[in-house]
T-cell receptor, first 113, second 117 residues
Framework: AQSVTQLGSHVSVSEGALVLLRCNYS??????LFWYVQYPNQGLQLLLK??????LVKGINGFEAEFKKSETSFHLTKPSAHMSDAAEYFC???????????FGAGTRLTVKP | GAVVSQHPSRVICKSGTSVKIECRSL??????MFWYRQFPKQSLMLMAT?????????EQGVEKDKFLINHASLTLSTLTVTSAHPEDSSFYIC?????????????FGSGTRLTVV
């Protein structure tokens, strides 16, 4: 079975500061890893995905994530937070066929002016 | 590309009635659609996997007779909450994957907030 653990249900940063949202995964097969963002009362938008190619993945809105197999991690970062980044972020893991995607509990990002 | 439309976005219904939620892939064919339920400030819980032309596969603990799923075409899946009760109030989200290739990371609908009174 696959699962992800997001460390920190709530992260608060100042505008312009580094954003770091943590995600660790557990998988018995090579994982495919994703980060999604959710704004209030909306669906999920894909930020980026790791699919066994480059370990450093760049996504939309200036976000990137690095797959580290030795640490079973896939942390999401952004060098400089913007007010519009305030949202809920979900890490997800699946196997090749995507029929078993599992989500983490989510991390709420707050950006202070 | 890869747009999924979910309708309605909000619905309020009386206890004991049924509600149908539609999930449409607008610009691609989706062989597989997923239905999730999300409680306030919580993550998404997969309810069922819907494959076009076949019966849905439900996750453990999800009542298939209560949450009826129909995936009659490659662009439409519906979730019907039958005999709704207040505890069914939640945010329901669908996602869809493309036909003919592996699409890593399915496209999500905008969600439906169901309130049962």
């Amino acid at each position: 079975a696959q699962s992800v653990t997001q460390l920190g249900s709530h992260v608060s940063v100042s505008e312009g500061a580094l954003v770091l949202l943590r995600c660790n995964y557990s998988s018995s097969v090579p994982p495919y890893l994703f980060w999604y963002v959710q704004y209030p009362n909306q669906g999920l938008q894909l930020l980026l995905k790791y699919t066994s190619a480059a370990t450093l993945v760049k996504g939309i809105n200036g976000f990137e994530a690095e797959f580290k197999k030795s640490e079973t991690s896939f942390h999401l970062t952004k060098p400089s937070a913007h007010m519009s980044d305030a949202a809920e972020y979900f890490c997800a893991v699946s196997s090749y066929n995507n029929n078993d995607m599992r989500f983490g509990a989510g991390t709420r990002l707050t950006v202070k002016p | 590309g890869a747009v999924v439309s979910q309708h309605p976005s909000r619905v309020i219904c009386k206890s004991g009635t049924s509600v149908k939620i539609e999930c449409r892939s607008l610009d691609f064919q989706a062989t597989t659609m997923f239905w999730y339920r999300q409680f306030p400030k919580q993550s998404l819980m997969l309810m069922a996997t819907s494959n076009e032309g076949s019966k849905a596969t439900y996750e453990q603990g999800v009542e298939k007779d209560k949450f009826l799923i129909n995936h009659a075409s490659l662009t439409l899946s519906t979730l019907t909450v039958t005999s709704a009760h207040p505890e069914d109030s939640s945010f329901y989200i669908c996602s869809a994957g493309k036909l003919g290739g592996v699409d890593y990371g399915y496209t999500f609908g905008s969600g439906t907030r169901l309130t049962v009174v």
